[in-house]
């Protein structure tokens, strides 16, 4: 088992990256089976989410496993309500990496039939550098090696969104009344043997959780002085590659890497994980 891997990065921060349901719709648009068993002859599994196989908080437990359907790929173009055919989608790669560009031909070819226009662009390494980390770009084809083994050097390069945070706080709780007492709204991840609530701290949160299972509750306050603006961000230094930013999930990534308790840290990845398979 290798901790290697091999991702495509969409940019969140632009049309029509920025819609959730296109994000969904281009993962249902991707021939897996070319990818992994032609292309790259079997060396890599499927990663669902970006804590990969044989690190904590690696889950299949509520994935979504998406499948090349160009099927549920349209319907779900049709309910983002964009029109593919107003934009072209430019799939950049660095020059002379021959599985990424037969990578980028097919992605180019399955997401052409949802209705984009779709071209590739080769890059040498500078240049791709370059235009990635400005976020001057709208997807690329990148690897990633860990550092050290540990799922915090896949969720926080890969994932962490640049927020900082005021005051940030982890508690357990029994009732979704006791949540409603320190959150002003929640997000409620079912990781399977434990419940992991986030959101920022207040009171009134509406939220169901599953009886019987413990319940950890992460309550924050954002520091927006403190929080760099997406635009002025740098990919892979103050921001994830994807130029993607979200409260709720990077108050998990930094509660993640500030509480030991191995029990909550494993939860906490596994809602981690679960996030980035769903956005």
């Known amino acids: 088992?290798?901790?290697?891997?091999?991702?495509?990065?969409?940019?969140a921060y632009k049309a029509p990256f920025n819609n959730s349901l296109v994000r969904q719709a281009l993962a249902y648009a991707v021939p897996y089976d070319i990818i992994l068993n032609k292309i790259y002859a079997n060396r890599y599994a499927r990663l669902y989410g970006?804590?990969?196989?044989?690190?904590?908080?690696?889950?299949?437990?509520?994935?979504?496993?998406?499948?090349?359907?160009?099927t549920?790929?349209?319907?779900?173009?049709?309910?983002?309500?964009?029109?593919?055919?107003?934009?072209?989608?430019?799939?950049?790669?660095?020059?002379?990496?021959?599985?990424?560009?037969?990578?980028?031909?097919?992605?180019?070819?399955a997401w052409g039939q949802l209705g984009f226009k779709v071209t590739v662009e080769p890059l040498n390494w500078p240049t791709l550098l370059s235009k990635t980390e400005k976020g001057d770009f709208d997807v690329y084809i990148i690897g990633w090696l860990p550092d050290?083994?540990?799922p915090d050097d896949y969720a926080s390069p890969l994932f962490y969104g640049g927020t900082k945070f005021s005051e940030l706080n982890v508690n357990t709780a029994n009732t979704a009344s006791e949540i409603s007492s320190i959150?002003?709204?929640?997000?409620?991840?079912?990781?399977?043997?434990?419940v992991v609530v986030v959101g920022p701290k207040g009171s009134g949160a509406s939220v169901t959780v599953p009886q019987g299972k413990k319940i950890y509750v992460v309550q924050y306050v954002v520091d927006m002085a403190a929080t760099k603006p997406v635009a002025e961000s740098t990919g892979f230094v103050d921001i994830n590659p994807a130029f993607y930013r979200n409260?709720?999930?990077?108050?998990?990534?930094v509660a993640a890497r500030t509480y030991f308790d191995p029990a909550l840290r494993e939860a906490?990845?596994?809602?981690i994980n679960i996030a980035s398979n769903r956005d």
């Open 50 to 70: 970006v804590i990969p196989k044989g690190l904590p908080g690696y889950t299949e437990y509520g994935i979504v496993k998406y499948t090349y359907n160009l």
């Open 148 to 150: 050290y083994l540990d």
């Open 183 to 194: 959150l002003s709204k929640g997000t409620v991840f079912d990781v399977g043997d434990a």
């Open 72 to 109: 549920k790929a349209r319907e779900l173009i049709k309910q983002s309500g964009i029109d593919p055919g107003q934009y072209t989608i430019v799939i950049d790669y660095n020059l002379g990496n021959d599985q990424r560009a037969q990578t980028a031909a097919v992605l180019a070819n």
């Open 247 to 253: 409260y709720d999930y990077d108050a998990l990534i």
């Open 1 to 11: 088992l290798t901790l290697t891997i091999e991702y495509i990065v969409l940019n």
């Open 268 to 271: 906490l990845y596994k809602a």
